[in-house]
Each structure stands twice: as C-alpha cells, then as structure tokens.
C-alpha cells in the first residue's frame, strides 16, 4: 500500500516549455486534489477532483490545466511554464481527512 | 487575503515542556479544523482535528482547542520532544460539520524541540 505516490521528484523547465506532474493513490479514494506550497504561504489549492469524471478551480489555478484520467490517477498540466511557478507541489486524496505524497519540486529557470 | 494565519512563523521549546502553536481565522464558515505535521522533503501527515461544535479534542500528547467567539485555535504538545521538531499547519474547511471539503491552510510555524 504506497499511499499517494508523485512523480517526477524534481524537475527543472526552461520558461516556455510544457510538463505534466502525475500523481496516483491506492486508497479507493474518491476527492483528490493539487497544492502548490510556497515560502510564507503555506499550501494553497490549484485544483481539485470530487469524484471520477470532475474537477473543479481552487483558489490559483491560473496557468494549469488538470485531468482526471480514472479513480486513481490526477494529473497537473503545465502548458507553458514561468518562473512564478517555481514551487512544490503537492497531490493529496481523502477519505476523511487528506493523505499528501511526497511532493515534486519544480524549478522554472 | 489570508483567511487562516499562523501569525508565529518559528517556535523553539525545550524537551519536555510544552509546546503552543496558533491559529487564527476570519471566516465564519469553516466549521472543521485540522493540523498537519511536515518534515523536511515530504508531504503533510495529519495529526489532529476538531469540529467546531466541540471546543476540545486530546490526542495522546496533542490536544487542539477552539475558540469560536475569537476564531482561534491552538495545538498544545505535552511533553514536547525532538521528534516533534517540524512545521506545523493549520487548516480549515467548509465541510457541513464533516471532514470534506477543500482545506485552506496558514502559512505554517516551525517548531523546533531541543534536547
């Protein structure tokens, strides 16, 4: 049982360019979601899936696209990178209370 | 505009002694509150959560307080050791008195617990 799994672990873009952060879960959970944490913010949500098939905006989800591929998979799209999204993000899914994987830093050069 | 502060970015506390960290918040519609622990290059894990319409929840060494009337609460680790040392997240939900729902977190308090 791995829990909520992210891959890449860090990745490093040039500012333009395109990348998909994965993330999976093993829970049968239903809602997942995507953080990005930054110094002094905390962690504030990009975008978030109730169930298979929806996905709805969370409070900063310019410059990302999402897709629920099925029950387990959410993924974070990247279509055209800047340095403002320079951060750590993180994909969490619930049942009662939210399970965070480990996080994937990004670096927008 | 931050709707959940930790208004105390670090906090050092020795072995043993009792470590306080807080939370304000400004809306008047979350009704769950949670906190999370994080160490360095991994995810939050959940520690301990309070609905509001209770105003204590202990948890072995942890217990979460809740002020609605000041919209403040506070985790209170007793006895404090270094492996608490970490950051420390307070969240809040809008979750119909469940724990669903989006969370918004604060900006987090760093605890460290000296030996």
């Known amino acids: 049982n791995a829990g909520v799994t992210q891959t890449p672990k860090f990745q490093v873009l040039k500012t333009g360019q395109s990348m998909t952060l994965q993330c999976a879960q093993d829970?049968?959970?239903?809602?997942m979601y995507w953080y990005r944490q930054d110094p002094g913010m905390g962690l504030r949500l990009i975008y978030y899936s109730a169930s298979e098939g929806t996905t709805d905006k969370g409070e900063v989800p310019n410059g990302y696209n999402v897709s629920r591929l099925n029950k387990r998979e959410f993924s974070l799209r990247l279509e055209s990178a800047a340095p403002s999204q320079t951060s750590v993000y993180f994909c969490?899914?619930?049942?009662?209370?939210?399970?965070f994987g480990p996080g994937t830093r990004l670096l927008v050069l | 505009d931050q709707q959940v502060k930790q208004n105390s970015p670090s906090l050092s506390v020795q072995e043993g002694r009792i470590s306080i960290l807080n939370c304000d918040y400004t809306?008047?519609?979350?009704?769950?509150f949670l906190w999370y622990k994080k160490y360095p290059a991994e995810g939050p894990t959940f520690l301990i959560s309070i609905s509001s319409i209770k105003d204590k929840n202990e948890d072995g060494r942890f217990t979460v307080f809740l002020n609605k009337s000041a919209k403040h609460l506070s985790l209170h680790i007793v006895p404090s050791q270094p492996g608490d040392s970490a950051v420390y997240f307070c969240a809040a939900s809008e979750g119909g008195g469940t724990s669903y729902g989006k969370l918004t977190f604060g900006q987090g308090t760093i605890l460290t617990v000296h030996p």
């Open positions: 809306n008047s519609m979350f009704d769950y």
């Open positions: 829970m049968n959970h239903n809602s």
């Open positions: 969490a899914s619930q049942r009662e209370t939210q399970y």
